[in-house]
Nanobody, 135 residues
Framework: QVQLVESGGGLVQAGGSLRLSCAAS????????MGWFRQAPGKEREFVST????????YYADSVKGRFTISRDNAKNTVYLQMNSLKPEDTAVYYC????????????????????????????WGQGTQVTVSS
């Protein structure tokens, strides 16, 4: 069992930055792909970014590419999401998630690497942290 706890959300003006953290319990964190998703009011949960278990490969939704950076520190059992140049449309509850065993068919292949981009693939979820970007 893995427990995930997000932190770092808050209220920020457009153009500002926030850094989300997701602390994981469990000794097998370093073997899981990790992802960030978000859900705005009245909308479905959407993929934001994912990072492979080693941290060597990352993938982003087009809407955040170039503005957000995902990273992980396996020694600290923590994954991060650095969010720069925030826009009002980034307002949402942000969730981190852990993928214990990639299916290799429900996600995305890019440059020969498989990325867990589907929420259905993830086994563990945090409780979410609110990010609000004012205009």
């Amino acid at each position: 069992q893995v427990q995930l706890v997000e932190s770092g959300g808050g209220l920020v003006q457009a153009g500002g930055s926030l850094r989300l953290s997701c602390a994981a319990s469990g000794r097998t964190f370093s073997s899981y792909a990790m992802g960030w998703f978000r859900q705005a009011p009245g909308k479905e949960r959407e993929f934001v970014s994912t990072i492979t278990w080693s941290g060597g490969n990352t993938y982003y939704a087009d809407s955040v590419k170039g503005r957000f950076t995902i990273s992980r520190d396996n020694a600290k059992n923590t994954v991060y999401l650095q969010m720069n140049s925030l826009k009002p449309e980034d307002t949402a509850v942000y969730y981190c998630a852990a993928d214990r065993t990639p299916t290799y068919y429900s996600g995305t292949y890019y440059s020969g690497t498989y990325y867990s981009t589907s929420a259905l693939e993830y086994d563990y979820w945090g409780q979410g942290t609110q990010v609000t970007v004012s205009s």
